[in-house]
């Protein structure tokens, strides 16, 4: 099974709520999911982790940063993509803070345009009582260990 490295990113505000986005699957072997995620993704040949979380925060927000700073939480497990097959997926995350709710969708390749249907700055009292699915299921414990004191 490939593994597919990817980078993500607990964007935070400055009330302490975390940027996450809504997929909705309308087609392919991911058809009728619906669900919200992090922004972030697959790094590309050559890259480093670090360099895809800045390229992600640039093209999935709008936000520039020089620099992310180190991974705050990984995880390890089975993902299957949208055309179907089926990998090993590694995540390493990154904590951001964002000053401004304001975000920009002119990075966003078609694949995400087609399939990122809102976006929630969720608050942890959110996050807790929610029924909706939320990537990763660890979200809570991830912000509680990474958020700056």
């Known amino acids: 099974m490939r593994q597919r490295k990817s980078a993500r990113l607990l ?14 699957h309308r087609s392919g072997a991911l058809a009728g999911q ?4 992090t922004p972030g993704g697959g790094l590309e040949e050559g890259e ?6 800045i390229r992600e925060l640039r093209e ?5 940063r020089d620099t992310v700073g180190e991974p705050v939480a990984d ?4 993902l299957q ?9 590694f995540e390493k995350y990154y ?16 694949d995400e345009s087609e399939v990122i249907a809102d976006h929630h700055w969720w608050s942890r009292d959110e996050l807790m009582h ?3 699915i939320v990537w990763p299921e660890q979200i809570l414990q991830m912000l509680a260990t990474a958020a700056p004191r």
């Open 11 to 24: 964007v935070v505000d400055n009330d302490g709520r975390v940027l996450l986005f809504r997929f909705i």
């Open 34 to 37: 619906d669900y919200w995620a």
């Open 48 to 53: 480093t982790f670090h360099d895809a979380a």
């Open 60 to 64: 999935e927000t709008g936000l520039i």
């Open 75 to 78: 995880r390890e497990f089975s």
């Open 81 to 89: 993509m949208p055309d179907g097959e089926c990998v090993s997926a």
């Open 95 to 110: 904590l951001v803070t964002s000053h401004d709710a304001t975000l920009s969708r002119l990075g966003w390749t078609p």
């Open 130 to 132: 929610t029924t909706e």
